[in-house]
């Protein structure tokens, strides 16, 4: 890793996303910054749809090392950038770009950053695993991209719209055993689950009783994984927990996706715990 931020410079790095105000980005980069001891900051920047193309040039001119990207700039903001990392090609969105010099970019950390999280704090060794995907949205994608590379037995999809489903097991056919389910097939398809992962947003505030599966249908013991973090124990997880399941919630995720921008940004490890501190202090702060 090249250590960039021993390059001295003031480091300029940022979000951009429509809204941008409610976004815990800012209080979790700066705490890292300051870590890091890294002379720099990271302002969150709400840029319209329309105003897409000219922030990226911005970022050129103005001389920004890093960017992340946010709803609902994902998939657009790719068309804007000099060079698109295979992940992210592969999964159809970057939320984050590295400025080299005035060459951009971008990356995908939200898959990676899942599944570091997902191993660090709840199941080390995915290798061989029966994993159900609940949803086939945008982070779907990228969480099934990265749980590929860990060669699980299977990827059982599982999404309302039971095409959406189909269609992206088809799509990455030939890198593994991937299906896609609809919910009337949920219940059997829950039954040889080892790990179950949430991706809708189901159970999100402000609907934190709902549930994306009867709880009766996870089965006793496994590993329960929610993408969502606010709240930080979803109904999922409580139920799961009753059911004597590991349970891993969302912030985990958000916090490793930031953690390896952070490093292609600086080339230094990032400080994780400092960085999970911060979210939750600014969950405390303001508790939406
Ligand atoms: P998205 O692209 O809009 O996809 C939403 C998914 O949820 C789709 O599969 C959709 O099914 C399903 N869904 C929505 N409402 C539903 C309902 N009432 N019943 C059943 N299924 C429903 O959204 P996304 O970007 O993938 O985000 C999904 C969740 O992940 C959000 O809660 C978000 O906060 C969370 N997330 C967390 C992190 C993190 O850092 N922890 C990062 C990214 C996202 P259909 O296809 O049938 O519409």
Redesign the pocket.
Known sequence: MVNYAAQGDYMLLGVIGDPIAHSKSPAMHLAALAALGIQGTYVPLHIRPAGLDDAIQAMRALGFRGMNVT?PHKVEVMKYLDEIDAAALRIGAVNTIVNDNGKLTGYNT?GI??VRSLKDEACPELQGKHIVV???????R?IIDALIEESPDRISIV???RD?AGALAEEWISRGDLRGYG?EEAEAVLQHAEIIIN????G?HPQIG?I?IPAAHIPQGIVVSD????PLQTELLRQSELRQCIVHG??G??VN?GAYALEYWTGVAAPLQVMRAAVLDSFTNNST
């Not at 991706?199 to 189901?202: E, R, W």
């Open positions: 709803i939200d950053g899942y609940l949803g086939a949205g945008g982070a779907a990228g999404n309302r719209t959406k919910e991706t809708t947003s189901v999100m709902a994306p993408l969502i973090y606010n969302g912030l995720m958000f996706q």
